[in-house]
C-alpha cells in the first residue's frame, strides 16, 4: 500500500508542476473569495449591517461576515477536496492510464490516499489564502480553539474522503464529471448552511442538509473557530460526521470496486 | 439566402450535439432554479422589513418579483456563455477548420449558435418563472403588453452578447478563465440579486460594464414598474451603445482570427 501511496504521490506531484490547469486553482480561490467579497458589500453597502431578528437564533452568532466568510471557506475547501479525490479514475480513464494502472497488482486505497495527500498541498494552499482575504474582510481570529479547529478539520477531511468515493462512483457510471459535480456543488450551497442557516430553508428538504458533511462540518468549524467553543459542545456534529463515514465510505469503496469492473468490461472489453 | 441557411444548419448541429442525452437538462433546468432559490434564500439574513435600507429602493415584499425578473435576464445571459465555452471544443477538434474552407458567412454561424443555443437553453426558465409568478401571486403587478417589447429587447441583447463570447473562445486558448473571473461580478453587479441604485459610486461603475445591468433595468421599468418606452430612453442609450461595439469587436475580432489562420495555419489569436 505504501509503495503505492509513494508512486502516486510522486507522481501528482511531478503533473502538478508540469501540467495543472492552474485555472483550476485560481478558480477555486475565486469562488472563496468571491463569495466573501459580495457578501461583505451586501452586508455594509447595501443593508448597513442590518439583518433579520432570527439570524441571531438560527446560526448561534450575530457575526453576519464570520459566518459567511467561515462558510465560504469551507465550501470551497470540500468543493476542491471532492473534485480531487472523485475525479482520480476517471482521469485516468481519459488519459488513457486506467488501463495500465489496473494492470498493476497496486492497492487502491493506497493510491487514493497518494491522490489525497498530494491534492492536500493545493488545498491548503487554497485554504490559507481564502482565510487570509477572509480575515480582511471580518473573519474573527480572537477566540479560536487551535486544537478544537484542528480535530474538526482532520474528521471533516475524513468524511469528505468518503463522499468523494461515492461521487467518484456515480461519476465513473455516468460517465460524466461535469454535470455530476457541479449538481452536488450547487445542492450543497444551497442547504448546507453555507450562506445562510439552514432553518430558513422549508423542513421537509433539511435532511438533504443533514447528509452532506459540509452541514455538520461547518456547523462545528463556527463553534471552535469562531466562537472558540470547546470539542465537546460540537459533539453532535462529530458524532454525525463519524457516523456519515462509517456510511459512505463502505459505499464508495463497494461503488468504486463494481465500477472499476463496469468500466472494464465496456470499454477494454 | 446563404447566410440563413448557414444559421439554421448551425443551429440544428448545435441541437443535435447539445441533446443527444437527457443529463442536459440539469445544467438547462435544474441549475438555474438551484441558482434562483439559493440566492433567494442568501437574503434572508438581512432585515428585509420596512425599515430595511433597501425598502427605498423597491418594496422587499416583491423581492421574489425582483429576484425572478433578474434571474430571467441572468439565465439568457449565461446560458450563452456556457454555449460559447462548449464552441472551443470545435476548434480543438479540428471541425472549425472544416467550416471555415465552407462559403459559409461566418457571422451567419456565430449567430446561429448563439440563437439555437439560447431559445433552447431559456425556455424552460421561462416557464418556471411563468408558474412562480402564479404562485407567489405577482401576476397582476405585470404589464402584459410590454412584455413582446421586452423580450425582444433581452433576446437580441444576449444573441449579441453571445456572439462576441463565441468569438472570444473560439480564438484564445483557455477563454474558461475569463469566465471564472467575470460570470460571478456579472451575477452581482448587473443588478440581478439587488438594485444597482442601491450600490456605491463605484459599484454602479463596475454595473454599467455588462450589457445586461440596462437590459434588466429595461425589464424592470417596463413590465414590472409599468414605465413608458420614453422614460426609459437613456438605458436604452446605453445598451445600443455598447451592443454596437460588442458588434463590431465580433466583427474585427472575427476578420482578424481569420487573416491570422490563413497566415499561420493556427487558429489560437490570444
Known sequence: MWLTFRATFIRNLITMKRAYPWSFFIGHILNGVYLTLFAYLTYHYVFDGSLDSRFQQYADTGNYLSYVISGALLYTFSVSLLMIVSRAIISELREGTLEALLLTPSSRKGYFLGYLSQGFMRLSLEFVIVLIIGGFFGLTFSNVNIIGTLVVLLVFIVSLFAQALVLGGFMLYFRDTYLTQNTLFMVMGLVCSVTFPIEYLPNQIHWIGQIMPLTHGTDAFRQVFIEGASLSTVGTSLIWLLGLIAIYFPIGTIMMQKMERHVLEKHFG | ?270
Request: a negative charge.
Open chain 2, 1 to 270: 439566402m446563404n447566410w440563413i441557411n448557414g444559421m439554421w444548419a448551425e443551429m440544428v448541429k448545435s441541437h443535435q450535439h447539445n441533446f443527444h442525452s437527457k443529463m442536459i437538462y440539469l445544467s438547462l433546468f435544474f441549475w438555474p432554479v438551484l441558482l434562483f432559490i439559493t440566492s433567494y434564500f442568501a437574503l434572508k439574513p438581512f432585515d428585509l422589513g420596512s425599515t430595511s435600507p433597501i425598502a427605498e429602493f423597491f418594496d422587499p415584499d416583491d423581492l421574489m418579483l425582483f429576484l425572478l425578473t433578474g434571474y430571467l435576464g441572468y439565465i439568457f445571459f449565461w446560458s450563452l456563455v456556457q454555449s460559447a465555452w462548449q464552441t472551443s471544443y470545435e476548434r480543438q477538434t479540428g471541425t472549425l477548420e472544416l467550416i471555415f474552407l465552407t462559403p459559409v458567412s461566418r457571422l451567419a454561424f456565430v449567430y446561429g449558435r448563439a440563437a439555437g443555443n439560447l431559445f433552447e437553453a431559456v425556455w424552460l426558465f421561462s416557464v418556471f418563472t411563468v408558474l412562480m409568478l402564479v404562485i407567489v401571486g405577482g401576476m397582476q403587478s405585470i404589464v402584459w403588453s410590454a412584455l413582446p417589447l421586452a423580450f425582444v429587447i433581452l433576446i437580441v441583447s444576449a444573441v449579441i452578447w453571445g456572439g462576441f463570447l463565441n468569438v472570444v473562445f473560439l480564438f484564445s486558448r483557455d477563454a474558461s478563465f475569463l469566465f471564472t473571473i467575470l460570470e460571478e461580478p456579472m451575477e452581482f453587479f448587473a443588478g440581478i440579486r439587488l438594485p444597482v441604485a442601491a450600490f456605491p459610486v463605484w459599484g454602479k461603475v463596475i454595473a454599467y460594464i455588462f450589457p445586461l445591468t440596462f437590459v434588466l433595468e429595461m425589464i424592470r421599468g417596463l413590465v414590472v414598474e409599468g414605465k413608458s418606452f420614453t422614460e426609459l430612453l437613456s438605458p436604452f442609450a446605453w445598451l445600443v451603445g455598447i451592443l454596437s461595439l460588442l458588434f463590431l469587436l465580433t466583427i474585427i475580432l472575427l476578420n482578424k482570427a481569420e487573416k491570422n489562420a490563413k497566415e499561420t495555419g493556427n487558429m489560437v489569436l490570444f
